[in-house]
T-cell receptor, first 116, second 114 residues
Framework: DTGVSQDPRHKITKRGQNVTFRCDPISEHNRLYWYRQTLGQGPEFLTYFQNEAQLEKSRLLSDRFSAERPKGSFSTLEIQRTEQGDSAMYLC??????????????FGPGTRLTVL | AQKITQTQPGMFVQEKEAVTLDCTYDTSDPSYGLFWYKQPSSGEMIFLIYQGSYDQQNATEGRYSLNFQKARKSANLVISASQLGDSAMYFCAMREGLGNQFYFGTGTSLTVIP
């Protein structure tokens, strides 16, 4: 059983550019989460999907951020008009709904974004 | 108010000794789950242990145990027989009720000394 994968692992961009990250959850995991983690802090919740439905979004998720999970499998997180304050590690996690440890989230390796 | 508080920014422990990492939480929901994650320098969050609010016994997973004191709202992680590979950041987290949002603390950096 492969784990959660994220692509790319690192992204350097200039301020004002758009970036898109991809997350592939563990197969058959219905739930998918995006987090942002800045240096010295714990992960901060951004958004949650159950299958293809985005059911919850944090106030942290400004209008420049959008996330999709079109077929209930992989997900993308797009940041438009990036700002230096967007520099962070973006973590994706998934968890099962019907079987296994339904309360536990399994994290991917993250995408480290640097905005110059 | 912070949902999860970890008051130890850094901890040191001698190899083979036990260490306790502190975590207190704040919720008014009677149903909640508490989690501990390990984050090595590589960045990936690794699930360690889970405790449900209604669980009667403290959770254990190998060398990890969770000292759950409900009245004090604390969920300390105990690592027994520390190994050099335990050196990492450790995060306590909570999920309230049926909510989908997980709240994380600021973490504790553990260094195991040979």
């Amino acid at each position: 059983d492969t784990g959660v994968s994220q692509d790319p692992r690192h992204k350097i961009t200039k301020r004002g550019q758009n970036v898109t990250f991809r997350c592939d959850p563990i197969s058959e995991h219905n739930r998918l989460y995006w987090y942002r983690q800045t240096l010295g802090q714990g992960p901060e919740f951004l958004t949650y999907f159950q299958n293809e439905a985005q059911l919850e979004k944090s106030r942290l998720l400004s209008d420049r951020f959008s996330a999709e999970r079109p077929k209930g499998s992989f997900s993308t997180l797009e940041i438009q008009r990036t700002e230096q304050g967007d520099s962070a590690m973006y973590l994706c996690a998934s968890s099962p709904t019907l079987t296994g440890r339904t309360d536990t989230q399994y994290f991917g390796p993250g995408t480290r974004l640097t905005v110059l | 108010a912070q949902k999860i508080t970890q008051t130890q920014p850094g901890m040191f422990v001698q190899e083979k000794e036990a260490v306790t990492l502190d975590c207190t939480y704040d919720t008014s929901d009677p149903s909640y789950g508490l989690f501990w994650y390990k984050q090595p320098s590589s960045g990936e969050m690794i699930f360690l242990i889970y405790q449900g609010s209604y669980d009667q016994q403290n959770a254990t997973e190998g060398r990890y145990s969770l000292n759950f004191q409900k009245a004090r709202k604390s969920a300390n992680l105990v690592i027994s027989a520390s190994q050099l590979g335990d050196s990492a950041m450790y995060f306590c987290a909570m999920r309230e009720g049926l909510g989908n949002q997980f709240y994380f603390g600021t973490g504790t950096s553990l260094t195991v000394i040979p």
